[in-house]
């Protein structure tokens, strides 16, 4: 089991930044590729990034590109999203997945949500204009 746990977000205006955490326990957190995704209201959850397991791979939905910038430490079973110039409609609750590396041999394997085995409960970030 991996246990994750997302922490960072709150109430910003447009254009301020916010950094997001993910910190896990658990098994070994670079044996797992991590994602970001994030679900506003009344919509689905979609993806926002995802970096694999040693860090190399980088992935970004369209709409962060630029924006957004996810990294990790290894040494302290740590992910982070910093999220710059922050729009309304990047207002969600942000989650973040691990996926074992078995499940990244698939192409397009980081925006799929089936991917991920562990999930954390999510940390809210709201962006007013």
């Known amino acids: 089991q991996v246990q994750l746990v997302e922490s960072g977000g709150g109430l910003v205006h447009t254009g301020d930044s916010l950094r997001l955490t993910c910190t896990a326990s658990?098994?070994?957190?670079?044996?797992?590729?991590m994602g970001w995704f994030r679900q506003a209201p009344g919509k689905e959850r979609q993806f926002v990034s995802a970096?694999?397991?040693?860090?190399?791979?980088?992935y970004y939905t369209d709409s962060v590109k630029g924006r957004f910038t996810i990294t990790r430490d290894n040494a302290k079973n740590t992910m982070y999203l910093q999220m710059n110039s922050l729009k309304p409609e990047d207002t969600a609750v942000y989650y973040c997945?691990?996926?074992?590396?078995?499940?990244?041999?698939?192409?397009?394997?980081?925006?799929?949500?089936?991917?991920?085995?562990?999930w954390g409960q999510g940390t809210r970030v709201t962006v007013s204009s």
């Open positions: 997945a691990a996926a074992g590396t078995l499940r990244t041999a698939r192409s397009g394997w980081y925006s799929n949500e089936q991917t991920y085995d562990y």
């Open positions: 970096i694999t397991s040693k860090g190399t791979m980088r």
């Open positions: 658990g098994r070994t957190f670079s044996d797992y590729a």
